[in-house]
């Protein structure tokens, strides 16, 4: 079934970082596959400059694992200190 939320361009995949919280405009680009005994995942969130990358020597799917620790990555940073020093680009 198609879903309007979730897009595909030059092989990666868009989803709403959260699809339950309609506030979160965050979106997480991820990619994911399995072969010959092995699965792997790697996504990112661009606003919040975080990346998640899962492999294992399984051929089971990764996905929900890479994608909840995206989620709980964003969930975290919510609660941190907003005093917090973030490091500026170069």
Not at 12 to 35: F, T, V, Y
Not at 50 to 71: C, E, H, K, P
Not at 78 to 90: A, G
């Amino acid at each position: 079934m198609r879903n309007p939320q979730h897009m595909m361009g030059w092989g990666w995949i868009q989803s709403p970082l959260e699809e339950r919280d309609a506030k979160n405009k965050k979106k997480m680009l991820w990619q994911c596959g399995e072969s010959g005994g092995f699965a792997g995942f790697m996504g990112f969130v661009k606003e919040n400059q975080t990346a998640v990358i899962v492999l294992s020597n399984s051929s089971s799917s990764v996905d929900d694992i890479g994608q909840n620790v995206l989620i709980n990555l964003e969930k975290m940073a919510k609660k941190m200190d907003s005093t917090f020093p973030v490091p500026k680009e170069r």
